[in-house]
């Protein structure tokens, strides 16, 4: 069983920085791709970034800039950088890993941007 855990978020002020970390308990590498999403008041889940198993990584237009997404394989970590945060960007922010056979996902992390 594959388990997913979340660390990082917490209370900052708008445009600071956080930077979230995903430690799986398999390998990673397994996996064909990993990624982050969050879930924002009053908005359905959406994906932030993704790092396939090969490291390239893709992100939704409207998340392009401020983020960025990386892996340490040695570590079994994935980790979300976020700059320039906003108020908007408050929310509970998963990890998630996608393999053949199954999609995990991490209990999530509170991220607050408030002054």
């Known amino acids: 069983q594959v388990q997913l855990v979340e660390s990082g978020g917490g209370l900052v002020q708008p445009g600071g920085s956080l930077r979230l970390s995903c430690v799986a308990s398999?390998?990673?590498?397994?996996?064909?791709?990993m990624n982050w999403y969050r879930q924002t008041p009053g908005k359905q889940r959406e994906l932030v970034a993704t790092?396939?198993?090969?490291?390239?990584?893709n992100y939704p237009d409207s998340m392009k800039g401020r983020f960025t997404i990386s892996r340490d394989n040695t570590k079994n970590t994935v980790y979300l950088q976020m700059n320039s945060l906003k108020p908007e960007d408050t929310g509970v922010y998963y990890c998630?890993?996608?393999?053949?056979?199954?999609?995990?996902w991490g209990q999530g992390t509170q991220v607050t941007v408030s002054s």
């Open positions: 998630n890993a996608v393999s053949i056979v199954n999609n995990y």
């Open positions: 398999g390998n990673i590498f397994s996996f064909s791709g």
């Open positions: 790092i396939t198993r090969s490291g390239s990584t």
